[in-house]
């Protein structure tokens, strides 16, 4: 599992690494199988909504000490563009498509989504003074 945060405290436990460091992100990887996670899961579990239980993002950022990413939505559409170009140029992907991967949406069609969205953000853009 993933995190990306903002900030992050100066010692992370043994479960927890960053992968990535940037100016403004750090990217964590979580070690969800350490018993130590599994253990810190149970005590934050509590029922999200009737029937639902599972671990709000912000009590177990609260326990860790990190501040998580809340990018705007522009940064986010461009990270998903150059994600979904790494995926459509990657060897393994390449490789499922030649065996007959077949599927009823395929990268095109995503990069199209992120498109519209981009071209729909534009459109809603306040005019700036």
Sequence with gaps: MKLYAKTIAQT????ATVV??????????????????????????TEIEPGTIGV???DLCSRLGIEMSN???HQLIEQAQTLISLI???P???QLLKTGYQPDLNIA????ALTYLQWELERNREPSD
């Design 109 to 112: 069609d995503a990069q199209t």
């Design 56 to 58: 709000k993002a912000e």
């Design 71 to 73: 990018a705007h939505l």
């Design 92 to 94: 393994h992907y390449e």
């Design 88 to 90: 459509a140029t990657h």
């Design 12 to 15: 992370l436990p043994d479960w």
């Design 20 to 45: 990535t460091k940037s100016a403004d992100l750090f990217e964590i990887e979580i070690n969800d199988e350490h018993p130590n996670f599994q253990s810190l899961l149970e005590e934050l579990a």
